[in-house]
């Protein structure tokens, strides 16, 4: 079974950055299509980017520009590079095959503050 673990969340102003990471106990990047989804609080988890295996990106069109899905299929690693962070990005991050297919991880916080 497939273990994601999330991390490089935290509390960062308006404006900053964060780079969140995604580790997979399996190599999984290169074969599937896989997402960062977000779920502010009292809110629905929702998608927010996806990377196929031949590297194609999609992002919600709140987040276009500002961050940047990735992976490093040797690490079994994705990431979300997050910039011009905004309040509305304050959301527990989670990574999964872009139809959920794989267990849930604990997911990682990200709280900007204006």
């Known amino acids: 079974q497939v273990q994601l673990v999330e991390s490089g969340g935290g509390l960062v102003q308006a404006g900053g950055s964060l780079r969140l990471s995604c580790a997979s106990s399996g190599a999984i990047f290169s074969s599937n299509t896989m997402a960062w989804f977000r779920q502010p609080p009292g809110h629905q988890r929702d998608l927010v980017a996806s990377i196929g295996s031949l590297g194609a990106t999609k992002y919600v069109d709140s987040v276009k520009g500002r961050f940047t899905i990735s992976r490093d299929n040797a690490k079994n690693t994705m990431y979300l590079q997050m910039n011009s962070l905004k309040p509305e990005d304050t959301a527990v991050y989670y990574c999964?095959?872009?139809?959920?297919?794989?267990?849930w991880g604990q997911g990682t916080q990200v709280t900007v503050s204006s």
């Open positions: 999964n095959h872009v139809a959920k297919y794989f267990d």
